[in-house]
């Protein structure tokens, strides 16, 4: 690694030894080598991991929380790019030089992103086998700001972004327990667009049934920090005097109004076969 890597990967944990052992393998098998490894512990027994990679390592003396804890990754980061690379999510091998290569050719971009693939796994029999067959996410287009205000399509370890950017659109918002992504994603984007890299370099985790510390959010705790920010944003707009994200967020009965039109256009062909055999 680079004494001024290009990348920094932060990895946000908390007493789950077994990921973080399991983050350092793929990292040290990246083809990209300008990169250095932030762990922020957030509040939880220091990790003793052992990585050729040498990671700095930020102890928080107590729970910041996700937002929390990414703020400290964020403002401590040495690179010009970051990702948030989360303890029970991976990456391919190629993933960074991919990434990387992506945003250096676009200099107008503030991120460049990737698809994924979820993988579901077990823990009951103690370790993180795979249950089932991949389900792969592959966007055809960049987002648009209009899409991504409606529901956040991004994942923080598909994301690489612009740290000088992030810092500009205002960091972490501290108070969110949830979404705290979304809500930098859409700040983001109100400064530039992002690249897209037509692969799936990046495999996202989920072990529905854990309930230890290796137990995933909730999805209230995504509902409630929905609700804060979509009341948040609407706010400021009305203060404001201005459209801006609060509307965009807050169009109402959207989905209701998008099943309506593909009925409708479903309604339109099927007339129009009927017309074709009434004249035939």
Not at 30 to 50: M, R
Not at 121 to 143: M, N, Q, V, Y
Not at 199 to 205: D, G, I, R, S
Request: charged fraction near 25%; hydrophobic fraction near 40%; aromatic fraction near 6%.
């Amino acid at each position: 690694m680079d004494a001024t890597p290009k990348i920094t990967v932060i990895t946000r944990t908390k007493d789950r030894p077994r990921l973080l052992a399991r983050v350092a393998k793929g990292l040290e098998l990246q083809s990209y080598d300008s990169f250095e490894w932030l762990i922020v512990n957030d509040g939880g027994i220091a990790p003793g991991i052992q990585s050729t990679l040498h990671p700095r390592i930020i102890n928080l003396p107590e729970n910041l929380g996700r937002a929390g804890a990414a703020d400290a990754g964020l403002q401590d980061a040495k690179g010009e790019y970051v990702l948030f690379h989360d303890d029970d999510d991976s990456l391919h091998e190629r993933a960074l030089e991919k990434l990387a290569k992506a945003l250096d050719n676009a200099p107008d971009c503030v991120g460049a992103i990737c698809g994924y693939e979820v993988i579901h796994e077990d823990t009951a029999s103690g370790d993180f086998k795979p249950t089932g067959a991949r389900e792969s996410h592959i966007p055809a287009l960049p987002p648009t700001l209009n899409d991504l205000a409606f529901a956040n399509t991004l994942l923080t370890i598909s994301t690489l972004f612009r740290r000088d950017a992030a810092i500009k659109a205002g960091g972490m918002t501290l108070t969110l327990d949830a979404l705290e992504d979304w809500d930098l994603w859409l700040r983001l984007m109100l400064e530039g667009d992002f690249v897209l890299v037509k692969e799936a370099l990046a495999y996202q985790h989920l072990r529905a049934e854990a309930e230890d510390a290796y137990a995933q959010s909730a999805k209230a705790e995504h509902d409630a920090a929905r609700i804060r920010l979509l009341n948040h944003y609407l706010r400021e707009d009305i203060k404001s005097g201005k459209q801006g994200l609060g509307h965009l967020m807050n169009v109402q009965n959207r989905q209701t109004i998008e099943e309506l039109s593909a009925l409708t256009g479903s309604l339109r062909k099927a007339k129009r076969r009927l017309m074709f055999w009434r004249r035939n």
